[in-house]
Every structure is written in structure tokens, then in C-alpha cells.
């Protein structure tokens, strides 16, 4: 099972992006998946989540900016990312979650996707 995320890149401060992730192998329909971040230095950090009927679960410090979805058909998650701040520099991880409910514990997540670097700049 492979999970890709891209789409990062450099930004300038006030901008938008729109993060993917692509699975292979399986699908994950009725599971959750989820986005964390890890800036450099810190610890990885849950960003936004997705049950398997789209509910959505997000960190404080992202909602109203970031907006998580999900296509079933194409198996691929997304996030987009608007008012883009320095602070939002870091490596951007895909999961998939065990169970099909949003979650933000990261032991809940089993499969985990290359990251792609976002880069913010002011």
C-alpha cells in the first residue's frame, strides 16, 4: 500500500495551495485519512481529518483556513490551504486511519504517505 502526497511548494505569505494524496493498492473508502505537518525541528502535528462519510475534524490553528476533502472514486485526499502564514512551513504528511471515524491521534493512523514540503514565505 502506497500513499504520495504532493503539491507543496513555495508560497508566498497570503497565498493558496491545494495538497494531494494519491493511494495505491487499496482503497480507503471507509476510512478515515487524515493530514499532519512537521516543521522543522518540532514534533509532527495533526492538521485535518476525514471520516469515511466526510465528516471533518480540524486543528485549531488551521480551521477556517485549511479545508479537507476526499474523492472515493479517485482514492485521493486533498487539502486546501488558503491564507498560507510562515508558521505553516513543514513537511506535509497523508494518512490513512484504522477506523472510519475522524480521529487526530496519530497511533490511530497505520499507513502514512511520503510528505511533500510546503514553504511559506514572508
Known amino acids: 500500500v502506497q500513499l504520495q502526497a504532493f503539491g507543496g511548494g513555495l508560497v508566498q505569505a497570503g497565498g493558496s495551495l491545494t495538497l494531494s494524496c494519491a493511494a495505491s493498492?487499496?482503497?480507503?473508502?471507509?476510512?478515515?485519512m487524515g493530514w499532519f505537518r512537521q516543521a522543522p525541528g518540532k514534533e509532527r502535528e495533526f492538521v485535518a481529518s476525514?471520516?469515511?462519510?466526510?465528516?471533518?475534524y480540524y486543528a485549531d490553528s488551521v480551521k477556517g483556513r485549511f479545508t479537507i476533502s476526499r474523492d472515493i472514486v479517485k482514492n485521493t485526499l486533498s487539502l486546501q490551504i488558503n491564507e498560507l502564514k510562515p508558521e505553516d512551513t513543514a513537511v506535509y504528511y497523508c494518512?490513512?486511519?484504522?477506523?472510519?471515524?475522524?480521529?487526530?491521534?496519530?497511533?490511530?493512523?497505520?499507513?502514512w504517505g511520503r510528505g511533500t514540503l510546503v514553504t511559506v514565505s514572508s
Open positions: 494518512a490513512a486511519a484504522r477506523s472510519s471515524l475522524t480521529t487526530s491521534r496519530f497511533s490511530d493512523y497505520n499507513y
Open positions: 493498492k487499496r482503497t480507503f473508502s471507509n476510512n478515515a
Open positions: 476525514i471520516g469515511w462519510k466526510s465528516s471533518t
